[in-house]
């Protein structure tokens, strides 16, 4: 055993380096430089200095204290891997910094790695091995000391002190070590914390922003993009929201960060190295790594190689307790943070409470529409009872007052006028009961439509109307009804209240929509909100989807637009 | 001769067009009824109702008006007013238009003295 874990039993250590221990004197001088030391550092980790600047302190100040030619610091990463990030001393100058070197091999940095505790290699140049252990061999370190950095319980890298002297290092440089290790950690837990303290910050701030779109009902397919986004930003990677297939199964991208070249709507089979099939799977949160794909072929594993992704991580996104889709991280540098599942989970909410908003907004508009349309069902029944019942009763008894009328005798002049009297009263009653009927539900739209509607309603105005109808076709009849009644409306209006002398009306289809306006020349100011009737009918028109639009200033007259799409919009797309 | 789907209107115009000196010669409920009764019995006019049940008044006028027409002059009548119709009654072959509230026996010989 050449290499030992703390330095107390070193079987090549030349019998502990006892025969480099100081005398007194010299020993309570290097106690004082020592201090010295340590507070430089410890006053530069309280000043918030950046970890890389406390680094490069600390190895110096381990250099120059400790009389060695290498000091340095690296760093493990999650893959078995260290990358040494700062180094001090004349023989440090072309030590390989940034670089991930795998922890195999005989040397300090994986003997730390594998022990946690800290670790002595006396004969450096003749025992190490491994790939972490080239730069100071090739620098003719001879006695090396490692001691780990521990940051809040976990093991985060090694500090490395490394003698070019044929004496080996003193059998206490683990121990004083440790102090510098200490305020190392230190550094990077304060570090590590204002990160994260920023970092929430910024997820604050991006899930504010999102959840402001989401509140302001913003379609869901600008959600997925705008979470993408700020995703992406937000963790330094690649971001997308998929939907899942079930009839595949496969995801279908429904929404992506900017910088993936990928189109909306792309749809991938499900394969091995996707978190997000593991997501599927079992409905929780999953990451895979490039190994799980890299003997892959196909258009994932393809696309992995082609945007250089070496993990991918997955969060579920849960739509009023079914399993709808997934928000999916890439990385294409390191891998992703442990953790960033849970960091998900707050975004993948909005999403859901997103896409149940769309999907709620489109089953209350459905409501709506089925709330209308059942309205108009009843009123058409009530027309026509009225029509075949009611009225044809009081047309008959009308015809027979008038029958009687003409058997009384000349004589009876008295009876007969009682009985024109009946007959008239009976006539009038029919034409009010008309005008009601016509009130709750204008029969004509559905035997002659729309055009030929409008155009009874302009020749019965008391105001003359200028119509122009562009269009003879036939729509569903929840439009033609719903543009019938804002015209009969407008026309009411124009003439109680405007006082217009002038009325158009115009009726054509653009695109796919139905277009009517109604403009009058009479005084205007007319408020939608103030019971002007129109209210009531900006519900209908919105059910259908259309929209209504009153401009009305005082003086000017009145134009009321209605835009009424053809195509009556079934589900507004929650993907 | 009437045409109505309504059998208590055509109840009480007959009485009312007879007893005003209007031979009411049939009435029919339907365009068939109809289209037999004017072969069988060759009226002078006929007053048709725009609207028979799921029929067409127009659609009888138009029938009556095919092959040189019928003989017998067409009114179209209905509880609504003339305006609710406008260029149907003018397009349709119908001589004129009565609203139902106003049917007499003048009314009927005006329009056919106007069409002669």
Same mark, same amino acid.
Request: glycine share 10%.
């Given at each position: 055993?050449?290499?030992?874990?703390?330095?107390?039993?070193?079987?090549?250590?030349?019998?502990?380096?006892?025969?480099?221990?100081?005398?007194?004197?010299?020993?309570?001088?290097?106690?004082?430089?020592?201090?010295?030391?340590?507070?430089?550092?410890?006053?530069?980790?309280?000043?918030?200095?950046?970890?890389?600047? *406390?680094?490069?302190?600390?190895?110096?100040?381990?250099?120059?204290?400790?009389?060695?030619?290498?000091?340095?610091?690296?760093?493990?990463?999650?893959?078995?891997?260290?990358?040494?990030?700062?180094?001090?001393?004349?023989?440090?100058?072309?030590?390989?910094?940034?670089?991930?070197?795998?922890?195999?091999?005989?040397?300090?940095?994986?003997?730390?790695?594998?022990?946690?505790?800290?670790?002595?290699?006396?004969?450096?140049?003749?025992?190490?091995?491994?790939?972490?252990?080239?730069?100071?061999?090739?620098?003719?370190?001879?006695?090396?000391?490692?001691?780990?950095? *521990?940051?809040?319980?976990?093991?985060?890298?090694?500090?490395?002190?490394? &003698?070019?002297?044929?004496?080996?290092?003193?059998?206490?440089?683990?121990?004083?070590?440790?102090?510098?290790?200490?305020?190392?950690?230190?550094?990077?837990?304060?570090?590590?914390?204002?990160?994260?303290?920023?970092?929430?910050?910024?997820?604050?701030?991006?899930?504010?922003?999102?959840?402001?779109?989401?509140?302001?009902?913003?379609?869901?397919?600008?959600?997925?993009?705008?979470?993408?986004?700020?995703?992406?930003?937000?963790?330094?990677?690649?971001?997308?929201?998929?939907?899942?297939?079930?009839?595949?199964?496969?995801?279908?991208?429904?929404?992506?960060?900017?910088?993936?070249?990928?189109?909306?709507?792309?749809?991938?089979?499900?394969?091995?190295?996707?978190?997000?099939?593991?997501?599927?799977?079992?409905?929780? &949160?999953?990451?895979?790594?490039?190994?799980?794909?890299?003997?892959?072929?196909?258009?994932?594993?393809?696309?992995?190689?082609?945007?250089?992704?070496?993990?991918?991580?997955?969060?579920?996104?849960?739509?009023?307790?079914?399993?709808?889709?997934?928000?999916?991280?890439?990385?294409?540098?390191?891998?992703?943070?442990?953790?960033?599942?849970?960091?998900?989970?707050?975004?993948?909410?909005?999403?859901?409470?997103?896409?149940?908003?769309?999907?709620?907004?489109?089953?209350?508009?459905?409501?709506?529409?089925?709330?209308?349309?059942?309205?108009?069902?009843?009123?058409?029944?009530?027309?026509?009872?009225?029509?075949?019942?009611?009225?044809?009763?009081?047309?008959?008894?009308?015809?027979?007052?008038?029958?009687?009328?003409?058997?009384?005798?000349?004589?009876?002049?008295?009876?007969?006028?009682?009985?024109?009297?009946?007959?008239?009263?009976?006539?009038?009653?029919?034409?009010?009961?008309?005008?009601?009927?016509?009130?709750?539900?204008?029969?004509?739209?559905?035997?002659?439509?729309?055009?030929?509607?409008?155009?009874?309603?302009?020749?019965?105005?008391?105001?003359?109307?200028?119509?122009?109808?562009?269009?003879?076709?036939?729509?569903?009849?929840?439009?033609?009804?719903?543009?019938?009644?804002?015209?009969?409306?407008?026309?009411?209006?124009?003439?109680?209240?405007?006082?217009?002398?002038?009325?158009?009306?115009?009726?054509?289809?653009?695109?796919?929509?139905?277009?009517? &306006?109604?403009?009058?020349?009479?005084?205007?100011?007319?408020?939608?909100?103030?019971?002007?009737?129109?209210?009531?009918?900006?519900?209908?028109?919105?059910?259908?989807?259309?929209?209504?639009?009153?401009?009305?200033?005082?003086?000017?007259?009145?134009?009321?637009?209605?835009?009424?799409?053809?195509?009556?919009?079934?589900?507004?797309?929650?993907? | 001769?009437?045409?109505?789907?309504?059998?208590?209107?055509?109840?009480?115009?007959?009485?009312?067009?007879?007893?005003?000196?209007?031979?009411?010669?049939?009435?029919?409920?339907?365009?068939?009824?109809?289209?037999?009764?004017?072969?069988?019995?060759?009226?002078?006019?006929?007053?048709?109702?725009?609207?028979?049940?799921?029929?067409?008044?127009?659609?009888?006028?138009?029938?009556?008006?095919?092959?040189?027409?019928?003989?017998?002059?067409?009114?179209?009548?209905?509880?609504?007013?003339?305006?609710?119709?406008?260029?149907?009654?003018?397009?349709?072959?119908?001589?004129?238009?009565?609203?139902?509230?106003?049917?007499?026996?003048?009314?009927?010989?005006?329009?056919?003295?106007?069409?002669?």
């Amino acid at each position: 055993m050449n290499a030992v874990g703390d330095g107390t039993d070193c079987a090549d250590s030349h019998d502990g380096g006892v025969g480099r221990d100081p005398p007194d004197r010299a020993r309570l001088t290097r106690l004082a430089d020592e201090q010295a030391a340590l507070r430089r550092v410890a006053t530069l980790v309280t000043r918030a200095t950046p970890p890389e600047e *406390v680094f490069a302190a600390v190895a110096e100040e381990v250099g120059q204290l400790f009389h060695v030619e290498l000091a340095t610091l690296c760093r493990y990463e999650p893959d078995r891997t260290a990358t040494p990030i700062t180094t001090w001393g004349p023989a440090g100058k072309d030590f390989p910094l940034g670089i991930r070197l795998p922890l195999e091999g005989r040397n300090l940095t994986t003997l730390v790695f594998e022990t946690g505790r800290p670790a002595r290699i006396d004969r450096y140049a003749e025992i190490s091995s491994g790939p972490l252990s080239g730069a100071p061999r090739e620098t003719g370190i001879r006695s090396a000391v490692g001691t780990p950095v *521990v940051v809040e319980g976990r093991l985060w890298g090694v500090i490395f002190a490394g &003698s070019t002297q044929e004496q080996p290092l003193p059998s206490d440089t683990e121990t004083r070590l440790a102090s510098f290790t200490e305020l190392v950690a230190t550094a990077i837990a304060n570090t590590e914390s204002r990160a994260s303290l920023a970092l929430l910050a910024e997820e604050q701030t991006a899930l504010r922003r999102v959840a402001t779109l989401v509140a302001r009902g913003v379609p869901p397919v600008e959600i997925f993009s705008a979470v993408s986004d700020e995703v992406t930003r937000l963790f330094g990677s690649q971001a997308g929201v998929v939907r899942f297939d079930h009839e595949g199964p496969a995801v279908v991208f429904v929404g992506i960060s900017k910088a993936i070249d990928l189109p909306v709507g792309t749809r991938w089979d499900f394969q091995p190295g996707m978190a997000s099939a593991e997501v599927y799977r079992t409905g929780r &949160s999953a990451r895979a790594d490039a190994r799980d794909w890299s003997a892959e072929s196909g258009p994932v594993a393809g696309a992995a190689r082609r945007l250089g992704i070496v993990s991918n991580v997955a969060s579920p996104i849960v739509v009023e307790g079914h399993l709808w889709g997934a928000m999916i991280v890439v990385s294409t540098d390191e891998l992703l943070p442990l953790g960033l599942e849970g960091r998900l989970a707050k975004f993948t909410e909005l999403l859901a409470a997103a896409i149940a908003n769309a999907e709620s907004r489109s089953e209350l508009a459905a409501s709506r529409r089925r709330i209308v349309a059942a309205s108009d069902q009843a009123r058409r029944r009530i027309e026509r009872d009225l029509h075949d019942g009611t009225q044809q009763r009081l047309v008959s008894l009308c015809l027979a007052a008038r029958a009687a009328e003409a058997t009384v005798p000349a004589d009876q002049g008295d009876l007969r006028a009682e009985l024109s009297r009946i007959a008239a009263g009976l006539a009038d009653a029919v034409e009010e009961l008309q005008e009601f009927s016509r009130g709750i539900h204008p029969a004509m739209i559905s035997t002659r439509g729309l055009g030929p509607a409008l155009r009874t309603l302009a020749r019965r105005s008391p105001v003359p109307v200028d119509l122009d109808v562009t269009t003879g076709a036939r729509f569903l009849e929840p439009i033609e009804i719903a543009a019938y009644y804002v015209a009969s409306e407008a026309l009411a209006n124009a003439m109680k209240h405007a006082q217009a002398s002038r009325i158009e009306i115009s009726l054509t289809t653009r695109d796919d929509s139905l277009l009517l &306006s109604i403009r009058d020349d009479g005084v205007g100011g007319a408020d939608a909100a103030r019971g002007s009737g129109l209210a009531g009918l900006t519900d209908r028109v919105e059910a259908l989807g259309g929209s209504i639009q009153l401009h009305s200033p005082a003086g000017a007259g009145t134009l009321i637009t209605v835009d009424l799409p053809l195509e009556c919009e079934s589900a507004q797309g929650a993907g | 001769m009437l045409v109505d789907d309504s059998e208590g209107f055509l109840e009480a115009a007959s009485l009312l067009l007879e007893r005003e000196g209007v031979t009411v010669v049939g009435v029919a409920l339907s365009i068939a009824e109809a289209l037999r009764g004017v072969r069988a019995l060759r009226p002078d006019a006929i007053l048709v109702d725009i609207g028979l049940g799921e029929e067409s008044g127009f659609d009888l006028a138009r029938l009556l008006a095919r092959d040189g027409g019928s003989g017998a002059a067409v009114i179209m009548i209905s509880t609504a007013a003339e305006a609710d119709y406008g260029e149907l009654i003018d397009e349709s072959p119908a001589v004129g238009f009565l609203a139902k509230s106003t049917l007499s026996a003048r009314g009927i010989s005006r329009i056919l003295d106007h069409s002669m």
